[in-house]
């Protein structure tokens, strides 16, 4: 007979008990640390301080071991202990162009001042399982080239010059801060670009890939790609002045596209923006395609009604913090809407067959 | 857990929360957007509820969590612990005992008092959301008091099915001007919407905070030759007789037997406790 559905409590206890133990794995196995998880899985580290909007890689680590390798539920974690940080202040803008470059590529000029800069990239790996790897042997070291120390500058500058590409408006306006204010459409680049740098990177990736594929078309060259160190500056109002207080490491990616102008604006090369917390190239080039696909109105281009054009879709639904929880709520109990949903259904289905039974008592 | 403030949130977040709540109760059923935070529950799964219960919950205050009505569904439990943990307050099963009652998609059958404060976790706040998804639109339509649309899918509901066919987050309008989702309650307890206690709603993923005060108008729409009924199984309770109470249908065997019973679970333990006896209730009092 019917039992009271009692005892959530205790089966939650086991619930967390059990997911400890399979986190764990066979304990036949040696245990990971955080270090290995920070050295040795970095770009899935990369990733989880990208989206989950906080640069601390052995934090992210453990984020990543806790979640058993789950990079949205680390993502989670970090988000949510990153709402608990007390607010100090705000860092000055980083200067992308002081970056300690490790990688640095162009796709629109052969050669330009700094060079053409690989660094480590899986580009031209061909895609074959390295079963040497499976046997864990030592990694032979890479020959090392004298590295460069005067600051390289960026590609768009060399176009700058010649005003052939598209001014950005300069503004001292302080930008607003999504994870302080409740977004508000229009909400402006600013606002938007901090919505696609901690966005899923799939969802960004996909709504770049759609316009890449005609959907609001902004035919894109990687104009510059960049990947290295930067200093973090703060003003310190005890001294008066800005100290260095750490160094980040950002990719950041410019992207040149065609613009035929519009009513407003003469013909010249436009620009998308992408920047993100660690080695994270797809992420940003996908970045840089949506910001130029969101910014139409600005340039006085046509809304063609492309998902990738429309702001307040793309910033609604990038979050996957946001996704992951609404999608995933529908777990939760239901009952009592779907016991209404029931008696409605019935009521309506009874109605229906009187009217058929009268209908037909009437022929 | 010492190393978090009181009811987790810091001081300043809760100074925000507070003035949107307070502009919601002076404004009932305005949506009143808020900084909402990330909370260590996903969104979805109360972290709007969570955040106003953690800024209107004081060190006296003694809380109740109901999911379903029930105080003992997973994600209910889930709640109440972190508020236990982080807070330290008093927490009760007994609605009556309560001064903080935070729930999902019920109000409770007791009537509540002056006292006591209700706080609804909210998944989608905007009523107008499933007839236009832009939120740019929808903050004009309420701006305007322009809600024709809703009348027209109420209107088109009864064409095609000879009634509203809305059973649960029916749609009200509050004080004469907001029309307000009332979180996915059944309309069972639409009418109940107008009480003495003050009933704040929080959606933390959409980021709107709204309230209705105390003794405020709160209607549901409908139209003069379909008027507005509010549902429930047409049982009593099979545990404790009840029956004015909102039913839960629990399957019992293969063979499809079903039983009513109460989905609020501390309603049917106090009429229990008072010697009410329904059709199964010898064997269910086991």
């Known amino acids: 007979m019917y039992v009271a ?160 590409i598209q001014d950005e408006p300069v503004s001292d306006a302080i930008p607003g801060d999504l994870t302080r204010e409740p977004m508000e459409f229009p909400a402006g680049r600013p606002l938007r670009l901090q919505s696609l740098t901690r966005g899923d990177e799939g969802f960004v990736l996909g709504m770049a890939y759609s316009t890449q594929r005609g959907y609001a078309r902004n035919h894109a060259f990687v104009g510059e790609l960049r990947i290295g160190k930067v200093a973090i500056e703060m003003d310190i109002p005890e001294l008066g002045f800005a100290i260095e207080i750490g160094e980040v490491e950002l990719t950041e990616c410019e992207t040149v596209n065609q613009f035929t102008g519009s009513k407003t604006e003469p013909p010249q090369f436009t620009r ?48 996957n913090i946001q996704a992951t929880g609404f999608l995933e709520h529908i777990k939760l109990p239901h009952y009592v809407d779907f016991q209404s949903e029931l008696e409605l259904v019935r009521k309506l289905r009874r109605e229906a067959e009187e009217r058929i039974t009268q209908k037909e008592a009437a022929e | 857990m010492s190393e978090y403030n009181f009811a987790y949130l810091d001081e300043q977040t809760k100074r925000m929360i507070r003035r949107a709540i307070l502009k919601g109760l002076a404004v009932p059923g305005y949506q009143v957007p808020f900084a909402s935070r990330e909370m260590p529950m996903p969104y979805g799964w109360g972290t709007g509820g969570v955040q106003v219960s953690a800024a209107t919950l004081t060190p006296e205050d003694t809380f109740k969590v109901i999911d379903q009505g029930a105080d003992d569904t997973t994600n209910a439990v889930s709640i109440r612990k972190f508020f ?47 007839l236009e998804p832009r939120e740019t639109e929808t903050r004009k339509m309420h701006s305007l008091e322009e809600y024709g649309l809703m009348h027209v899918k109420l209107y088109e509901d009864i064409s095609q099915h000879g009634a509203i066919s809305t059973s649960y987050a029916y749609p009200v309008k509050v004080s004469d001007r907001y029309v307000m989702e009332p979180s996915p309650i059944p309309k069972f307890d639409n009418p109940k919407l107008e009480m003495d206690a003050i009933q704040l709603f929080g959606a933390g993923r959409e980021q709107r905070i709204y309230a209705v005060p105390p003794h405020t108008k709160v209607v ?25 109470s909102y039913l839960d249908e629990v399957i019992m065997d293969d063979a499809g037997n079903r039983m009513f019973v109460c989905s609020d679970t501390d309603y049917c333990r106090s009429r229990c406790t008072a010697g009410h006896v329904g059709r199964l209730a010898e064997e269910g009092a086991a």
């Open chain 1, 272 to 319: 998308g923006y992408g920047l993100v917390f660690g080695q994270s190239e797809r992420k940003s080039i996908a970045m840089a395609l949506v910001d130029r696909a969101l910014r139409w109105k600005e340039l006085g281009e046509d809304n063609l009604g492309a998902p990738a054009q429309d702001e307040e879709f793309v910033l609604s639904h990038a979050d």
């Open chain 2, 84 to 130: 236990e943990n982080t807070a330290g307050v008093e927490t009760t099963e007994e609605t009556e005992k309560a001064t903080v009652i935070q729930t999902r998609h019920r109000i409770p059958e007791a009537k509540l008092s002056e006292d006591q404060i209700l706080v609804y976790q909210v998944p989608i706040p905007e009523p107008l959301r499933f």
């Open chain 2, 220 to 244: 549901s729409l409908d139209f003069e030759d379909y008027p507005f009924e509010a549902t429930k199984a047409d049982h009593p309770c099979d545990l404790c007789g009840a029956e004015d």
């Open chain 1, 5 to 164: 559905v009692k005892g959530g409590e205790k089966a939650i206890e086991n619930a967390h008990a059990w997911l400890a133990e399979e986190r764990r794995g066979s304990t036949d196995i040696a245990e990971l640390s955080i270090a290995q998880i920070r050295e040795q899985l970095s770009l899935a580290v990369n990733r989880v301080m990208a989206e989950g909007s906080l640069y601390d890689p052995n934090l992210v680590a453990l984020a990543i071991k806790q979640a058993r390798g789950d990079l949205i539920e680390a993502i989670f974690l970090i988000r949510a202990y990153r709402t608990t940080l007390p607010r100090f202040g705000y860092s000055n803008p980083v200067e992308t162009g002081q970056m300690t470059c490790d990688r640095r590529i162009s796709a629109t000029f052969k050669d330009a001042p700094g060079g053409q800069v690989l660094g480590p990239t899986f580009d031209y790996t061909h895609r074959l399982l390295d079963f040497k790897l499976a046997a864990e042997g030592e990694v032979p070291d890479a020959p090392e080239g004298q590295p460069r120390t005067e600051p390289t500058p960026h590609i768009t500058e060399f176009l700058q010059g010649e005003d052939i």
